[in-house]
C-alpha cells in the first residue's frame, strides 16, 4: 500500500524524477535511488563538495541524503541542498558500492567531486574512497558539533560548566579559527574528568584540515549554516527516523518538499525542456530563482549541444550570470543589455541575435541565455542549427577556424559601433550633439576628402 502511494506522488510531479527501488519476498522495501530533476540540475551546478548525512530508522534501515556544500551554494529553504536520497539493503561494502555506482550513473558530475564531508563515524570509508578516488573525505564541522553537544549532555556535568561548555562550542563554530578552536580544546580538558576525556575525542579541534573546509564562512554565514542543517536533519529524523515503515518514512518526506513553500520551485521549476512558464508563473518563494534557472540553463545545454558547443554556451552564460543590468521585452523583440553592450533577440525558433558571437556560430549567445533566464526557460532543440545537436562530432579547434568570416568580422564591427554612436547621439544634450556631430563631420573628411559630402 505504501508503496502504491510512493508512486502515484511521484506521478503528480511535473517534472518526473529518478526512482528506482527494490522490494524484498514479504513486499517490503529494500533499497531505493531518488533524484528529482531540480535534485540532479543543482549538483551539476555544485559538485565540487558533497555533505552526506545518515538518518536511522527503528527497523535498522538508513537514509543516505546527499547534499551541496560549499561557498558557492547560496540556495535558501529547507532541503533545497538534498541532491539524492539513498536507502541501501545494508551498510555493508555492497550495498554501499551499489547506491554509490548508481548516482555515479545518474549524475557525471560526480567526477568533480573534491570533498566528501561525513559524520565522524562513517566507517566504510574505504568504500568511499574507492567510489571517489580524487576526492578528499573529511568530517563535518556540523557533525562535529553535534556529536560534541550529545556528549556533554550524556556526561551530566554541573548546570554551569555545561553551560559554558555549550556556549564556547556555539561562538567556536561560528569563528573556526585556529585561535579558537584551542581554547576550546583547553577548555575541554580542565572541565571534562581525565577518564571521559578521550570518548570526546578533542583531537578533532586541533585538526586544521577538518576546519579549512569550514572556516571561510563568516560568523553569520556559519549561524545561518548550523541552523539550516540543524532544520534539515530534524526534518529528516521527523518523516524517516520515527517511523517503522520505510515506505511510508519517505512518501511523507517527498510529499513534505512537494508542499512544503520553501521547497516548491524545486518541483515547478525541474530541468525539463518543455518549461516554457513565464516569470510570473513561477513562485516568488523558496530558493533564489535566478539560481535555479541558470542550473536548468546549464543541464539543458550539456543535453541538446555537442560537447563543444556546450563549452562556448557555458562560456557566455558565466557572463550572463555577472553581468545582466536589464531585459525588456515586447511582443515580437526583446531587447537584451550587458552592462553597455546592446542587442536584439529574435526569440521564435531558431533564435537569434545581433551580437558577433551569433551571427558568427549561430550558437545560443549570452543574450539569448539572458532572455531565457528572464522568462524561467531553458534550451530548445529547435533553438539550435543541426550540427550543433548532440550526436554531431566537432572539435572546438575546428570550429574556432571553420567559422571564421573576415568580412562578416569587419561588417559586424562597423554595425555595433554604428548602433552604439547612433545610441551615444540621440541620448545627450543638444550641446553635447553638436559638438559629436562636429568631431564626427571632421574625422568623415579627413578620411574621404572636403570634397565629397558625406552623410551622417
Not at 541538446?304 to 563549452?311: F, K, L, R, V
Request: glycine share 4%.
Amino acid at each position: 500500500m505504501a508503496l502504491t502511494m510512493l508512486n502515484e506522488l511521484l506521478i503528480e510531479d511535473p517534472s518526473p524524477p529518478m526512482l528506482l527501488y527494490q522490494v524484498s519476498k514479504t513486499a517490503k522495501l529494500d533499497t531505493l535511488n531518488y533524484q528529482s530533476c531540480f535534485m540532479q540540475g543543482i549538483f551539476a551546478h555544485f559538485p565540487e563538495i558533497l555533505f552526506i548525512h545518515r538518518t536511522y530508522n527503528p527497523t535498522g534501515k538508513v537514509l543516505y541524503t546527499f547534499l551541496v556544500d560549499g561557498p558557492r551554494v547560496q540556495l535558501e529553504g529547507h532541503l533545497t541542498r538534498a541532491v539524492y536520497f539513498a536507502i541501501p539493503a545494508k551498510e555493508d561494502a555492497e550495498g554501499l558500492t551499489q547506491m554509490f555506482q548508481v548516482f555515479k550513473k545518474f549524475n557525471p558530475a560526480w567526477e568533480r567531486v573534491c570533498t566528501i564531508l561525513v559524520d565522524p563515524y562513517f566507517l566504510p570509508l574505504p568504500t568511499l574512497a574507492m567510489e571517489f578516488p580524487a576526492a578528499e573525505v573529511l568530517p563535518s564541522a556540523f557533525h562535529i558539533c553535534k556529536f560534541l553537544q550529545g556528549k556533554f549532555y550524556q556526561l551530566s556535568l554541573e548546570q554551569p560548566v555545561e553551560q559554558v561548555l555549550l556556549t564556547s562550542l556555539q561562538s567556536t563554530m561560528c569563528s573556526a579559527t585556529a585561535g579558537n578552536l584551542r581554547k576550546l580544546y583547553t577548555l575541554l580538558s580542565s572541565c571534562i574528568p581525565p577518564d571521559q576525556l578521550p570518548k570526546l575525542h578533542s583531537y578533532w579541534l586541533l585538526n586544521d584540515r577538518i576546519w579549512l573546509a569550514h572556516r571561510w564562512r563568516s560568523r553569520a554565514e556559519s549561524s545561518r549554516y548550523f541552523q539550516g542543517l540543524e532544520v534539515t536533519t530534524r526534518i529528516l529524523s521527523q518523516f524517516f527516523g520515527t517511523t517503522s515503515s520505510v515506505e511510508q518514512g519517505m512518501t511523507s518526506l517527498l510529499r513534505y518538499m512537494q508542499q512544503n513553500s520553501g521547497d516548491k520551485a524545486s518541483f515547478s521549476l525541474g530541468l525539463s525542456t518543455q518549461s516554457n512558464h513565464a516569470p510570473s508563473d513561477i513562485s516568488p518563494q523558496g530558493p533564489k530563482v535566478e539560481q535555479l534557472v541558470e542550473a536548468c540553463i546549464q543541464h539543458s545545454l550539456h543535453t541538446i549541444c555537442t560537447g563543444p558547443a556546450a563549452q562556448l554556451c557555458l562560456g557566455e552564460l558565466a557572463v550572463v550570470q555577472k553581468s545582466v543590468q536589464l531585459i525588456g521585452s515586447g511582443s515580437e523583440k526583446v531587447n537584451i543589455q550587458i552592462l553597455e553592450d546592446t542587442h536584439r533577440v529574435q526569440p521564435q525558433p531558431p533564435a537569434s541575435c545581433s551580437c558577433y558571437f551569433n551571427q558568427a556560430f549561430h550558437l545560443p549567445c549570452r543574450h539569448i541565455l539572458a532572455m531565457l533566464s528572464a522568462r524561467c526557460q531553458v534550451l530548445q532543440s529547435d533553438m539550435l542549427l543541426p550540427q550543433w545537436t548532440a550526436g554531431c562530432a566537432a572539435s572546438l579547434d575546428n570550429i574556432l577556424c571553420s567559422k571564421w568570416n573576415e568580412t562578416l568580422d569587419k561588417h559586424l564591427a562597423v554595425a555595433l559601433l554604428t548602433e552604439e554612436v547612433g545610441q551615444l547621439l540621440q541620448h545627450c544634450s543638444q550641446e553635447e550633439f553638436e559638438r559629436r556631430y562636429s568631431t564626427l563631420r571632421e574625422l568623415a573628411d579627413s578620411w574621404i576628402g572636403p570634397y565629397e559630402q558625406v552623410q551622417l
